[in-house]
């Protein structure tokens, strides 16, 4: 197993993740499994309907997908993810993620985040990853 904490991975990742730092995003938790991200939607992320992009979401919930799978010290890369948007999402919005392992296997996980704004829920992604032989160190 790795030598690394998840908080180290996750730093590491982060490191070289010039897509999740545009975001903004902040890693609110992280632990084997799990990862918690926020972020604030800014003006330069609406679409022409004057609401946030829907990549913005699903860029929000790729990124707590990749640090939670990640996570437990094993490299794992994205091999199949979907989203589905139930909520308008609005500049100034503040947005968590939160990345929950369904089913940890010998090389397949799978896991679910929840997007949400204050009490509800803007968006539902799901994603299957396949982990690789090498470790984080």
Same mark, same amino acid.
């Given at each position: ?13 982060? &490191?070289?993740?010039?897509? =999740?730092?545009?975001? #903004?995003?902040?890693?609110?938790? @992280? /632990? ?5 991200? %926020? ?24 990124? &707590?997908?990749?640090?939670? =799978?990640?996570?437990? #010290?094993?490299?794992?890369?994205? @091999? /199949? ?5 139930? %909520? ?50």
């Amino acid at each position: 197993m790795s030598t690394l904490s998840p908080e180290e991975i996750v730093q590491k990742m982060m &490191a070289k993740d010039a897509f =999740s730092q545009w975001l #903004g995003v902040k890693v609110c938790q @992280i /632990e084997p499994g799990t990862c918690t991200l %926020r972020m604030t939607v800014r003006e330069d992320m609406i679409n022409g309907f004057l609401v946030a992009h829907g990549g913005i979401t699903f860029s929000l919930a790729d990124s &707590a997908f990749a640090f939670a =799978s990640n996570s437990r #010290g094993q490299h794992a890369v994205s @091999i /199949e993810t979907s989203i589905s948007h139930t %909520r308008p999402v609005f500049p100034g919005d503040e947005l968590e993620a939160k990345a929950v392992e369904l089913q940890n296997g010998k090389t397949i996980a799978r896991y679910a985040v929840s997007v949400r704004c204050g009490e509800n829920t803007v968006a539902l992604f799901n994603g299957t990853v396949f982990k690789k032989d090498s470790l984080w160190t």
